[in-house]
């Protein structure tokens, strides 16, 4: 049983004021009437919510099924039990007691509109009972006549028969001896033994309480939103710590090789001085990016592919760069070589024209990368 409960009484009609009990750790430790529960009798952390049924609106039957199991006598007595009924459209909630050789099943038929009713009544206060069973069940099973009542729901039981409170019915029922009344101690622990272990529960079948597919509990809402947290956090810094290696991977890469460049150019504080003084050596060399026959090169590799490509010029420039004229008879093919040099690394300009002899013609510059 859940740590705080609520035991309510079903409304005898739409204006009509319910009786409700708190119960913590196993006592009854509030109680009121009221139109609805109070905030603070509503509000049971999570625990189970009972409603009790008048006694006029069940028949409660004990029907003895044989040697069948469990579940196979619960099935056989809900026909049993609506066999034995007046009127149509019945809903019977059953229970299997077991008991030696022979199966009891404990029956309560009840009008499933009347049933329906009392569902929508509390619903429409706020209130959607885990547990709803006939307060006739509250009852013990004595030989000898008891009555109670649980706010305004009366009831008489002797032995397995429940009777709604009547002077004429119950003279004529339950003998000529008075029913015993129950006093508040015994109605109290009556109540909050039935929320341990109803006796039987009319939310079954049809009238079954709905679970969410997705449902938290108390606390769960805190964690999972630290955990969405958590993984917001974390999908956050891995690119961050991904970006950070590479930074500092890059960095360490370009110190090692200023410093391996230092070597030959002392001078030089940055890579890019590094890399123009070195090209500078290079050059008067005779070698290095800055010569023609590395964009040259490139050129004459990029149209070898390409048929119907002739070179009718080529001269060199200031800065490593190779000027020339190319011809083709179409554009496409020029557009080719043009492209594969770019593709290569080489940065590449271009103007295209025709000539007298109406070959596409353009004049380029290249230069290695």
Not at 125 to 145: F, K
Not at 244 to 250: D, I, P, S, V
Not at 338 to 366: C, E, F, K, M, P
Request: with cysteine; aromatic share 4%; glycine share 8%.
């Amino acid at each position: 049983m859940a740590t705080s409960s609520l035991i309510i009484t079903c409304p005898a009609s739409a204006d009509a004021a319910l009786h409700w009990w708190r119960a913590d750790d196993g006592h009854i430790v509030a109680r009121g009437q009221d139109f609805s529960p109070p905030s603070a009798a509503r509000d049971t952390d999570a625990g189970t919510v009972m409603a009790l049924i008048p006694a006029a609106d069940t028949v409660i039957r004990i029907i003895d099924m044989g040697d069948m199991s469990a579940a196979q006598a619960e099935a056989a007595a809900r026909y049993r039990a609506a066999d034995l009924s007046i009127g149509s459209d019945l809903f019977v909630a059953v229970r299997a007691l077991g008991g030696g050789d022979s199966m009891q099943v404990l029956c309560a038929t009840i009008s499933r509109a009347r049933l329906a009713d009392h569902m929508a009544e509390l619903a429409l206060r706020g209130l959607d009972p885990d547990v709803m069973i006939p307060v006739g069940l509250l009852l013990p099973a004595n030989q000898t006549p008891v009555s109670a009542t649980f706010g305004d729901l009366g009831v008489d039981r002797l032995g397995d028969l429940v009777l709604p409170p009547d002077e004429a019915l119950g003279a004529l029922l339950l003998g000529e001896t008075p029913p015993a009344p129950l006093d508040q101690d015994a109605r109290d622990a009556a109540m909050v033994a039935a929320l341990a272990d109803p006796p039987l529960n009319l939310r079954q079948g049809g009238f079954a309480r709905r679970t969410p597919l997705f449902a938290l509990g108390t606390g769960q809402g805190r964690t999972l939103a630290w955990l969405l947290g958590a993984l917001l956090l974390i999908s956050f810094a891995i690119p961050l710590i991904e970006i950070g290696k590479n930074y500092l991977g890059a960095d360490l890469a370009e110190r090692r090789a200023l410093a391996s460049a230092q070597r030959l150019v002392p001078e030089a504080t940055d890579i890019s001085q590094a890399e123009q003084a070195i090209d500078t050596r290079l050059a008067a060399r005779g070698a290095g990016n800055a010569i023609a026959t590395v964009p040259l090169a490139g050129l004459l590799s990029a149209m070898q592919p390409v048929a119907g490509v002739t070179l009718r010029q080529a001269d060199y420039r200031p800065g490593g760069i190779i000027g020339a004229m190319i011809a083709a008879p179409r554009v496409e093919d020029l557009n080719a070589v043009l492209i594969a040099l770019q593709n290569n690394g080489y940065t590449v300009t271009a103007a295209q024209r025709s000539d007298a002899t109406g070959q596409a013609v353009a004049d380029i510059t290249v230069l290695a990368p």
